[in-house]
């Protein structure tokens, strides 16, 4: 498919990390497939990991296809963009669609990213994982590609400002693919996926180079770390709260 869009948003993407400052590492990009399809499954702390998932796949010559809400796409200036870069939109009063489209793009070859959590997590720990990621990669018999990422959170999260002061660590770290059959159980294989994503998680945030700067700055770790973001259980609850409201806005 042409690629008209993807190439020029990217060298935007870069001069703003540039500008930003931002120090990343990215461990494990040799487990992104350098041709057929795959999954690419990570965790979510923050609104650019969509931006941020996409660099170990580069060195390989290699873009990743998102799943998106589709209001991202509905929005006039994040719309084309979406559909230029041939991104994903998921409707989840009609998954089944989305699940289709995404099955067909992977079997065509493409590497189809998507957040197993379905949203960012506040606590900044792994949510419950949906199967769709597993489903997927059975449905296509391609490879499912665990990853975590750590550090983005603290430009942008859910509940927070932008902070755009230069210097923040960004790390990604990618793991060894699983290779679920047609007889496996999508909820075993997400099992398995969370148990490696965890994994990695815990290995970014060790590595992490940067510590909070006082007691005020601890918002971005969770509680196991010393930090002080909501716990998991205080982190759903307002995610209910939230999904509430929207339902109220809708009805209106």
């Excluded at 796949?57 to 979406?82: H, I, Q, W």
């Excluded at 693919?177 to 148990?195: I, M, N, Q, S």
């Amino acid at each position: 498919m042409a690629e008209l869009v993807y190439p020029p948003v990217l060298v935007l993407a870069f001069g703003v990390f540039r500008a930003l400052g931002i120090k990343f590492t990215v461990d494990g990009a040799e487990h992104v497939p350098k041709s057929g399809g795959g999954v690419l499954a990570s965790n979510h702390v923050s609104f650019l990991d969509f931006t941020f998932c996409g660099l170990p796949a580069y060195p390989n010559d290699r873009l990743v296809r998102f799943m998106a809400k589709d209001s991202t796409f509905r929005n006039p200036v994040s719309g084309p963009l979406m559909r230029g870069m041939h991104h994903m939109p998921v409707d989840r009063a009609a998954g089944a669609a989305a699940f289709d489209h995404a099955v067909r793009a992977l079997e065509s070859g493409e590497i189809v990213g998507i957040f197993p959590e379905a949203t960012i997590s506040r606590s900044f720990t792994l949510k419950e994982f949906k199967t769709g990621a597993a489903r997927m990669a059975i449905a296509a018999d391609v490879p499912l590609i665990p990853m975590a990422l750590w550090g983005g959170q603290r430009i942008w999260t859910k509940g927070r400002r932008p902070k755009l002061s230069r210097g923040k660590a960004v790390g990604l770290a990618v793991g060894e693919p699983l290779r679920p059959g047609p007889g496996d159980d999508p909820v075993e294989v997400t099992a398995e996926l969370k148990l490696r994503i965890g994994t990695l998680l815990a290995g970014l945030q060790d590595q992490y180079p940067q510590k909070p700067h006082d007691d005020e700055d601890r918002w971005w770790l969770p509680a196991d770390l010393g930090g002080t973001a909501p716990s998991l259980a205080e982190a759903t609850a307002l995610d209910l709260e939230e999904a509430e409201e929207r339902r109220r806005r809708r009805a209106k």
